[in-house]
C-alpha cells in the first residue's frame, strides 16, 4: 500500500428535490492517487466540482460511486462506506481539511480553535496551547488577537487561524481549499513553507491554488477536474 | 467497545398517528446525537421511550447491558438518579422552584449518596460557577432567575453528578436568540470537558451542527436519514432534509 489517499472511479450527483428532482452529475469514474509527501494540485474551471471532489475525500459530500481509500493507521479505510464514528476517528488522526473559510465557534478564542485539534488526539493542554501559539505567530497573527473569538476578525485573519488549525496537528493527508486565496504576500511565503515541510515529513496534500505562483512553487502535479458535459 | 444505549424497532402509536415507526438508534460513549424535525416528528415521543417515560407497541431499548422496557420503576429511577441526566425543556419540570439554587444542585447529590454538607455546599458553589451564574447566589430560589439562568442551573443540577447519558429536550427552545447562543456555548464546552453521551432533541439545525457528531432527521415517525452531522446538512440526500436545511421549519 504505498498511497496515502486513493479515489477508484470515484462519482458523485446531485439531486435536487426542492428544483422537480433534478440530477446534477459532477464527477464521474474519477480516478486518483496521491502518494506520501506528493501535493497534487485539482485544475479546472470554476464550478467543474474541484471542492465537491475535495469534500467527498474529506468525507463531507456521501460517494455516490466508488470508493475512497485512505490509509488510517497503517489499515486502508474506504470513506464512502464507513460509518459516521470511523470518519470521525479518521478525521482525528490521519486527514485534515482547511476550507475556504474558517466556521467560527462562538465565545472561543482563536488560540482554543487551533489547540482543540490537537487537545483531541490526546496532546496536552499546554502543550497543544504552545504549538497553537507558535503556529499563529508564524502566521502574523498578532499576539493581542490570539485569545479572542475570531467572529470579529477580518477575512485574512480569519483564514490565518483556519490555517493553523489545519496545519497544527501534523496530518498524514490534508486537503487545502483555496488557503492563500485572502493572504498577503509575506503569509503566502509563510503557508508555502508549511506546506513544504509538511511533504518533507511524508504528508499527502490535495489543494485547490487559485494562484499560480503558490500552485507552481508546492505542487508536484496538476490534477485537472474537468467539467462533465466538456469531457463527456 | 459497544453502544451505551441501543434501541431497535421501535413503535408507537396514539390512535391512527405514528409516532414512532420502526426506528433504531445507537448511541456511542461520548458521542453527541442530534435528532431534528419539525413538530410533531415524534421527537420528545422517542426520547420518553428511550428513557423508560413512556412504553412503545414494540421494540427494545438496551442500555449499559440492561434491559431499560422490562425494568420495575425502582431500577429505571436508580439509572435517572445515577447513569442518566435529563434537560427539559421548560426549567420549572427538571428544577424544583421552591429549593434554593444551591438545594437544587445539591439535592442531585445527595441522591447519589453524598452526605457531607460542607462539601455538597462547595460543589454546588462550583458548579454555579461553572455554568456562569455567581456563586453569591447560592442560596437565592431558581424563581427569581431569567430564563437562560433558570437554564444553566438545570443544566447543574443534571451534570453535577457526572450522568453518562443525558437526554436534552429542546434545551434552547424557550430562551431569547442571544441567550440560546451563550446556552448552546456552554452545553458545547461541559459535553466536550466531561466527554458526556448525549441524546439532543431539537428543530434548531444551527445547534445541532454546533453540538452533534451525529444527526438522525425524524418524520412522521420515521427517521429518514441519519449519518455524520456535517455530511447530513451539507449534502443531505432525501427531499425532507433538504427542506429542513433550506427553511426554518415551526417547532
Ligand atoms: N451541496 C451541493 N448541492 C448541490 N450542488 C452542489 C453542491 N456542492 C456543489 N454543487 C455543484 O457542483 C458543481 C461543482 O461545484 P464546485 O465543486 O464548487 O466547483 P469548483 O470548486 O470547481 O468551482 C457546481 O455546479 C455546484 O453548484
Ligand atoms: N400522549 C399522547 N397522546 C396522544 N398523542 C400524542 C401523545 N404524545 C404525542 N402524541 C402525538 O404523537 C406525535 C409526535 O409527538 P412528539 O413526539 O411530541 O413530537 P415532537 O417532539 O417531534 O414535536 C404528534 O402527532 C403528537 O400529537
Ligand atoms: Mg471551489
Ligand atoms: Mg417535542
Redesign the pocket.
Known sequence: MSFALRAENLG?S?T?HLQGGVT?P?LQALELTVAPGECVA?S????????????CLYGN?GAGSGRILIRHHDASVDLATADARLVREVRRDTLGYVSQFLRVIPRVPAIEIVAEPLMARGVARDAALARAEALLTRLNLPARLHHLPPATFSGGEQQRVNLARGFAPGYPVLLL?EPTASLDAANREVVIGLIAEAKARGAAIVG?FHDAEVRDRVADRLFD?A?LHEAA | MSPLLSARGLELRFGRIAALDGVDLDIWPGEVVAIVGESGSGKTTLLRVLSGLAAPDAGSVIFDGQDVLGMNEAARRHLMRTQWGFVHQNPRDGLRMGVSAGGNIGERLMATGARHYGNIRAAAADWLRRVEIDPERLDALPRTFSGGMQQRLQIARTLVTHPRLVFMDEPTGGLDVSVQARLLDLIRALVAELGLSVLLVTHDIAAARLLAHRILVMRHGQVVEQGLTDRVL???QHPYTQLLVTSVLAA
Do not use: E
Open positions: 458523485k446531485f435536487l446534477l459532477v485539482l479546472g474551471p470554476s464550478g467543474a466540482g474541484k471542492s465537491t471532489l475535495m469534500r459530500y481549499d485547490i477536474v467539467p | 451539507d449534502d443531505p
